[in-house]
């Protein structure tokens, strides 16, 4: 069977879980068959019908796909999502990119860098990864799994329950959150630049940075200082 350019989906929730950031699920028409990592574009099928790269953040093995979108200041596309109601039909496209976890690695250790909704990829790895630990098929990896996830406030880490869930379940996932704009216990503080020594055996792990662009360039660089080879540092940016 070929596979279609594009879908059409239907939204079926929009929780705003922050100030600004909302977590939406959309139901596709046909399945999207994506690789964890990928991203679709979107299109809001109103008159101007302006189309954006969104990161799946659900796993392969769920029904509905999720995605973790940010309003942007000014955002066309963002801010339609933000307050799209449950019902809005939207248009998605083969799911692309190449920010995906090699088949053949024998790397023991994935590290995951992000800022904001950056996590987006990785909730789909993770998801992935540990099926069991979110009643999903298949069974939990025995590699040892690193988070870091970088916010301004504790208000703003996103999908903070949920590993703090997997991370009670699962003892090879670790996860580490920082804080840049408040001190608050039982958190680190700083970006996540400044924690990059809680990624330990760097030469057998492939680590991976999603965010924006000045975040993502700084930490590779600084990983590349620290001797780390540039085969074993993947990105993505968002703008
Ligand atoms: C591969 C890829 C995957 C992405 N995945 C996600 C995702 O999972 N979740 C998500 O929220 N976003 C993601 N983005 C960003 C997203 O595609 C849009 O750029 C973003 O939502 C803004 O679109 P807009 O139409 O609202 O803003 P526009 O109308 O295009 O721009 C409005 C203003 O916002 C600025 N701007 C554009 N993008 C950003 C941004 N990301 N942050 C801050 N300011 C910005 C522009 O410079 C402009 O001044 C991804 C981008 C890429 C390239």
Not at 132 to 156: C, S, V, W
Request: proline residues 6%; hydrophobic residues 30%.
């Amino acid at each position: 069977m070929s596979t279609p350019n594009s879908v059409k989906g239907t939204i079926t929730s929009n929780t705003h879980i922050t100030k600004d950031v909302s977590h939406i699920t959309i139901k596709p028409e046909q399945r999207l068959e994506f690789t964890p990592g990928q991203f679709t574009m979107i299109t809001i099928n109103t008159p101007e019908t302006k189309s954006r790269p969104y990161s799946i953040a659900s796993a392969p093995w769920e029904e509905e796909l999720s995605f973790c979108v940010k309003k942007v200041e000014g955002g066309t596309v963002s801010t339609e999502l933000y307050n799209a109601q449950p019902g809005t039909t939207l248009t998605l496209s083969t799911p692309l990119g190449v920010f995906t976890i090699p088949e053949h690695t024998e790397a023991e250790h994935y590290a995951f860098i992000a800022t904001g909704t950056g996590i987006a990829p990785f909730r789909s790895m993770i998801r992935t990864l540990f099926p069991q630990a979110f009643k999903g098929r298949g069974h939990n990896t025995q590699k040892k799994i690193t988070l870091l996830f970088g916010a301004r406030t504790k208000e703003d880490l996103l999908y903070k329950e949920e590993f703090e869930h997997l991370q009670r379940e699962a003892e090879n996932f670790t996860y580490y959150a920082t804080l840049s704009r408040e001190k608050k216990e039982g958190f680190l503080q700083g970006h996540v630049q400044e924690h990059l020594h809680l990624i330990t055996q760097p030469e057998n792990t492939l680590i991976f940075i999603c965010g924006l662009t000045p975040m993502v360039r700084e930490t590779k660089k600084a990983l590349l200082n620290k001797g780390i080879p540039p085969t074993n540092i993947h990105t993505e940016l968002y703008g």
